[in-house]
């Protein structure tokens, strides 16, 4: 655990200050954070395997297990696709789907 939030912290991804973690009021703790990225990180790399969806057409944003998906999608399948593999993603906990189809 060590390793990876020293990894973390060293990727810019966590800031550190000198009397501990900077967390405001209605953010994510660094655990939920880290949590929620990993998730966005799975869902966009299903996204890039899947020959029905494009990647680089839908962004996935994810908040304490709720991924929100928004972009244009060609179809109504590449939406559906979207969504059916980012709610089969581990660590997912809801899909907000915002994916507007646009032919």
């Given at each position: 655990m060590?390793?990876?939030?020293?990894a973390l912290?060293?990727?810019?991804?966590?800031?550190f200050t000198a009397v501990?973690?900077?967390v405001t009021?209605?953010?994510s703790t660094i655990g939920?954070?880290?949590?929620?990225?990993?998730v966005t990180t799975r869902v966009k790399a299903k996204f890039a395997e899947d020959p029905t969806v494009s990647a680089m057409s839908i962004s996935v944003e994810t908040l304490k297990g709720t991924v929100q998906l928004s972009g244009f999608a060609k179809s109504?399948?590449?939406?559906?696709?979207?969504?059916?593999?980012?709610?089969r993603t581990p660590g997912v906990k809801r899909v907000?789907?915002?994916i507007v189809v646009r032919p």
């Open positions: 060590k390793n990876t939030v020293a912290a060293l990727s810019g991804l966590i800031g501990g973690c900077a009021r209605d953010q939920e954070y880290v949590d929620d990225s990993t109504v399948t590449e939406r559906n696709q979207a969504e059916m593999l980012a709610r907000q789907n915002d």
